[in-house]
């Protein structure tokens, strides 16, 4: 059984990629190049078509001796390509993926993937005059030693040293000389300044088998706004226990947060039995400069960044008889099974961040229609009651809807039709006579409710109970009127 | 081993109070946490000697374990053989469907 790809073989795969499927993947060479130089890449998949997609950025190799994840993620990037190329499903285990999930997922979504951002740390860690255990990049610091922990490095409270964050350049967990020091991280600035439509993001580390999310500086709580990261009269507080502080995160985000991580988990011990913990990131230790809690504070930072729901997992487990060395670097045929539960994981993770109302109305609907109906989610449904609840329910299960969609071609044409002519009530609310819905839409909404829920697992019959009774009442109403 | 890099160690950290063992953080060490089977949380870390005495002196209790020393010599592959055997398992999966 061969071992661990290097970074120069995972380069070879994103170029043979890039040459071997051009019409579904663009080879995107980062700005910047690593401290020692090397070129480091992206591989965008998607067909073709479509300009207004949700993006999903998959990142790996970030801690440079845990050597499973760019293999996975390289892997990864291989498996959509031929499965969407041959139309076929994709097996890992006790979990299988139809080619109709693969479609959706590279059909629906921009899939960014950076297997390998640290590569002068893995060549260190792979060389025989190395040390196998490093974890940072290979920066040069002040004082003469090497590196940056590229996870504490992003601008995320960066200079308050929170937790297992470190400012002494000799230490592992050294965060840089200022946010964004290092260029690998900066590259991964570049992407999600590049691509906005990037809504999805996965830093992909090992181990201790878990799905992490924001935040990661202190305990969740979704009562006081005012004990947010931006509000300085908390500065040198947060991650203490006893201060009172708790990070703010609206009680709607900290549950997508967590119903996501649900998904990927069932979706990982689908394959072999594996269970995954999803927690907030906090509850692993505390940090600042992390990757998940940057991408995901952009969008309370006013610059009109999108929310990108931004996770850690954990690959892998101890070894038998606590071995360690086991939990970063398994023998290669152990670590493939890992490699197998993590793909499968991710799959279910893209098919969440697919928009139900783009893939159901994109063939009939403009992109500019497509943009102002996401504006009027994002501005005027989350504010409010009703539009909130609607909202979260696609948020929650709209990988859901879509496979029971996608799966009856006859219902798929009636939730076309009626995006169709609820997306024309939405795109004229502005107009002095804002058109009204109409009994006949709300019957053939519930129609489509109702074959949906015939099939649906008991958590979306529960969330299509209470849409059901919402419809009862928007007839003869606009759209802003019926999201009140 | 690197020249920067002193001989480390393979440690399990524990506490009487779960709040104290979050609080191993701020010592800026090289921790990973996990659960056993008991689903008791524990750090993990990878420390040098002096670490296990300054832990030590803050009364943490520390499990040393096994040095850094690699155990095993991991081979690599090339990507024409590692290409080779993910297709040839994509399509054996193909036939088997």
């Known amino acids: ?484 | 081993m690197p020249d920067e890099t002193p001989r480390r160690f393979f440690v399990t950290i524990t506490a009487d109070d779960p709040a104290k063992l979050r609080e191993v953080g701020r010592f800026g060490l090289d921790l990973f946490s996990h659960r056993t089977e008991e689903s008791k949380t524990e750090i993990a870390g990878l420390v040098t000697l002096e670490d296990v005495g300054t832990l030590v002196e803050s009364g943490y209790r520390v499990l040393v374990h096994e040095t850094d020393r690699p155990r095993r010599t991991h081979e690599y592959v090339t990507f024409d053989e590692w290409r080779g055997e993910r297709l040839a398992e994509l399509e054996r999966q193909q036939k088997r469907s």
């Open chain 1, 1 to 484: 059984m061969p071992g661990y790809l290097t970074s120069s073989a995972i380069e070879s795969c994103l170029v043979w990629l890039n040459n071997s499927y051009p019409a579904l993947t663009q080879l995107i060479v980062l700005p910047e190049n690593s401290v020692e130089h090397s070129v480091i890449r992206a591989l965008r998949i998607r067909s073709a078509g479509g300009g207004d997609r949700n993006g999903v950025l998959l990142v790996g190799g970030t801690h440079a001796r845990e050597l499973i994840n760019p293999d996975l993620l390289a892997g990864l990037a291989l498996k959509l390509c031929w499965a969407y190329t041959n139309g076929a499903g994709l097996t890992f285990g006790g979990k299988s993926w139809s080619a109709t999930d693969v479609k959706l997922a590279v059909d629906g979504l921009d899939i960014f993937i950076a297997p390998n951002i640290n590569p002068d740390g893995r060549d260190w860690v792979q060389s025989p005059t190395g040390y196998q255990w490093w974890r940072k990049n290979r920066s040069h610091n002040p004082g003469g030693s090497r590196g940056t922990d590229l996870n504490r490095n992003y601008d995320f409270l960066w200079q308050w040293i929170i937790g297992q964050t470190s400012a002494t350049p000799t230490d592992d967990t050294y965060h840089g000389t200022a946010p964004f020091s290092e260029p690998e991280t900066r590259n991964v600035r570049w992407l999600l300044d590049t691509y906005p439509n990037i809504a999805c993001f996965v830093d992909v580390h090992s181990y201790s088998e878990l799905v992490l999310f924001p935040w990661g500086d202190d305990d969740n709580q979704s009562s006081d706004a005012t004990q947010n990261f931006q509000n300085p009269a908390w500065d040198g507080l947060r991650g203490t226990p006893g201060t009172g502080y708790g990070e703010y995160i609206p009680a709607a985000d900290a549950t997508n947060f967590a119903n996501r991580g649900v998904k990927v988990r069932d979706a990982i011990a689908a394959v072999r039995g594996r269970t995954y913990v999803v927690e907030q990131s906090f509850d692993l230790y505390g940090t600042s400069g992390g990757s998940s809690d940057y991408t995901y504070s952009r969008y309370y930072r006013g610059t009109g960044a999108r929310k990108v729901w931004g996770y850690v997992i954990e690959t892998n487990h101890l070894g038998p008889g606590n071995d360690w060395q086991y939990g970063f670097q398994p023998p290669y045929a152990d670590a493939l099974a890992v490699m197998d539960e993590i793909q499968s994981g991710l799959i279910q993770f893209m098919l969440t961040c697919v928009c139900v109302v783009r893939e159901v109305g994109v063939a009939q609907l403009s992109a500019e229609a497509l943009d102002e109906l996401r504006r009027f989610r994002d501005v005027e449904m989350v504010r409010r009651r009703r539009g909130k609840r609607w909202a979260a329910l696609l948020e929650a299960h709209g990988d859901e809807v879509l496979s029971l969609l996608a799966a009856n071609k006859r219902l798929w044409g009636e939730a076309e039709a009626v995006v169709a002519e609820a997306a024309d009530i939405v795109l004229r609310r502005e107009e002095r006579d804002a058109p009204k819905i109409e009994k006949a839409l709300v019957a053939r909404i519930d129609r489509v409710v109702t074959q949906l829920d015939k099939r649906a697992s008991p958590e979306l019959r529960k969330a299509l109970v209470a849409l059901r009774r919402d419809l009862r009442s928007v007839a003869g109403k606009t759209a802003r009127e019926a999201i009140r």
